[in-house]
């Protein structure tokens, strides 16, 4: 299962993960952004980017809850956390044991048994030897760079260090390791770290636990770590960091980097893919600038502000003198590395040729390379397709096109004459049952004014009073029609347009009927009168009363009268 999470309600497919993840592990899915587990290096970058927020990370802590309950429980915090909590390391502490831990350490401790792992291999090879602290970067070699393999670090991260160090030394004891990191969530479950971290968690998750529980950190007493480690072992999470802890010396050498960033990373394994450089030691984080900018922390600081509260943190004297023995513990650092590059299909040019006619792109002009659908060209996208991880209806202007389309044969087919003019009355379209009603020459409409065929009042009045008619009744002596239009104008577009309808026969239909009311009616009241005449005449004979029958026969006017209304 991916560890990044996508909820399907608020993915808009707007393509900008596809766009933005550089190891092109995201595949649109009927308009879904799914995470391709296989390619994923759990960079986090799609989590960060996403505007409507519909990629996350699968939810830890009600795991945590529960080791928290029924374990004793070491907290190993990732050496970013200065940059984080507005606190006190010693609040953090206390902080952290009122959740339930039973101690904490600083994963640098872990750092400084790799620090010393680095500085040896260094001596020892004579190839590049690539960093492996950042499991991103572990990931990226192993799927994506695979030929790399042999220059990656043959060793732990910091992180299992630390936890197999804890777990040397105490028995029974469960480690959770806090961190800005995603792709150390995954880090755990891998063969080579089995068993060390029970479970890990983001800085973002452990402030959410804190407002949860109604932790106030800043308002605590301060406690102590239980050890801690050498000071530059602290600056890990920064450029840098890993070099200055393992004493290697940099500066302008090109045979020591520091690289950080997925674009920079991939960049430089490639230059050394090429023999294009021949570096000694690459530090390399996948996340720019470093752990401090890892997608696990939210933060309004600048990365150099980061930068400079870890700097000043590890720089800080201990005040305490429980700093951990390296010496006194061994463990084994050693690690393998698995090829997990997926082969991927690869089309041929007809069949590339192919997928690109389907979204109208018959020759090398129609490929406009514009970027809309999260690729960088017509043809990366066409072999995505072929790959399963693209759609054809992710091109946008082939989509645009097939919706002006779709909204031509709409107006070329409707029953009603549709006239658009532009602001200065020209017309810009008139469709076929336009050209039925008032086109009576045959002549190309558009680009005329539209007086030339009806009265322009109502478009007008439209255009400058800023309003909608609707279904106005209106008689076109000139051919005979009475329609009903609604005219309403497109202020950003300075157009207006008008939807006309030939109500001719139904009007004069009402026209026939109205008349054969009003004879009918005129009938009734020579009938009426003539009735009330004899009636008047019966009852004078009889000696009755005819108001009964006038009253019946008023009525019977009435009705048809009101009825002719
Ligand atoms: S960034 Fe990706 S997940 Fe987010 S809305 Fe756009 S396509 Fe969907
Ligand atoms: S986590 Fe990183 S690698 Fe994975 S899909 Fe997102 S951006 Fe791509
Ligand atoms: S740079 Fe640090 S936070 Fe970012 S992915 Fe690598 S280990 Fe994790």
Redesign the pocket.
């Given at each position: 299962m991916s560890l990044?999470t996508l909820s399907e309600s608020e993915c808009k497919d707007c393509y900008r993960?596809v766009r933005?993840?550089s190891?092109k592990?995201?595949k649109i899915n009927n308009g879904q952004a799914e995470?391709v587990k296989e390619k994923?290096?759990?960079?986090?970058?799609?989590i960060e980017i996403c505007p409507q927020n519909a990629k996350g990370v699968t939810n830890h802590l009600e795991k945590l809850k529960r080791l928290l309950k029924e374990e004793k429980v070491i907290a190993s915090i990732a050496p970013s956390f200065p940059a984080v909590f507005d606190c006190s390391p010693g609040q953090l502490i206390t902080a952290l044991k009122n959740l339930g831990f039973h101690d904490v350490e600083e994963t640098s401790i872990g750092a400084e048994v790799i620090a010393r792992e680095y500085k040896k291999l260094l001596e020892l090879e004579n190839k590049p030897l690539i960093s492996a602290c950042c499991p991103a970067v572990v990931s990226l070699v192993e799927k994506h760079y695979p030929d790399l393999i042999p220059y990656l670090s043959p060793t732990i991260s910091p992180m299992i260090a630390h936890a197999k160090l804890i777990k040397e030394i105490s028995k029974d004891i469960k480690v959770v390791f806090i961190g800005p990191c995603i792709a150390k969530i995954k880090e755990i479950d891998w063969e080579s770290s089995k068993g060390a971290v029970d479970l890990a968690i983001t800085f973002d998750e452990l402030k959410g636990l804190f407002s949860l529980e109604g932790i106030d950190y800043q308002s605590l007493d301060e406690d102590q770590f239980r050890s801690v480690s050498g000071n530059w072992s602290k600056a890990f999470p920064v450029e840098n960091g890993v070099l200055k802890a393992a004493d290697i010396s940099f500066g302008l050498s090109t045979e020591i980097l520091s690289i950080s960033g997925l674009a920079e990373c991939m960049k430089t394994f490639e230059d050394i893919l090429n023999d294009d450089i021949s570096p000694k030691f690459i530090e390399a984080m996948v996340c720019s600038g470093g752990c401090i900018n890892g997608p696990g922390i939210t933060s309004e600081l600048s990365i150099n502000s980061r930068k400079e509260r870890i700097i000043r943190y590890a720089q800080k004297e201990d005040t305490i003198d429980n700093k951990f023995d390296m010496d006194k513990f061994k463990i084994d650092t050693s690690r393998e590395y698995l090829n997990c590059k997926i082969e991927e299909k690869i089309p041929t040019e007809n069949q590339i040729r192919l997928i690109l006619s389907q979204t109208g792109k018959f020759s090398d002009k129609d490929e406009l390379d514009c970027g809309g659908c999260g690729y960088n060209s017509c043809r990366e996208k066409a072999i995505a397709i072929y790959q399963g991880l693209a759609e054809l209806k992710m091109c946008i202007p082939y989509m645009k096109g097939k919706m002006e389309s779709l909204a031509d044969i709409i107006v070329e087919s409707s029953p009603n004459a549709i006239i658009v003019v532009g602001k200065d009355m020209t017309i810009q379209k008139f469709n076929p049952k336009a050209d039925e009603l008032f086109n009576r020459n045959d002549e190309i409409a558009i680009g005329h004014k539209l007086y030339r065929y009806i009265d322009p009042k109502d478009y007008l009045d439209a255009w400058f009073n800023k309003k909608s008619i609707s279904q106005k009744k209106v008689e076109y002596k000139q051919y005979n029609l009475i329609c009903e239009q609604s005219v309403f104008p497109l202020i950003d577009y300075e157009l207006v347009i008008g939807i006309i309808t030939d109500v001719t026969e139904r009007e004069n239909h009402n026209e026939r009927v109205a008349k054969m009311k009003e004879t009918t009616l005129e009938k009734a009241n020579q009938v009426i009168h003539k009735q009330m005449k004899v009636a008047q005449e019966i009852a004078g004979l009889l000696g009755e009363s005819t108001s009964e029958t006038k009253a019946i026969l008023y009525e019977v006017r009435q009705l048809m009268q009101e009825e002719e209304r």
């Open positions: 990044i993960c933005d993840c190891v592990a995201i995470v994923c290096i759990n960079c986090g970058h799609c």
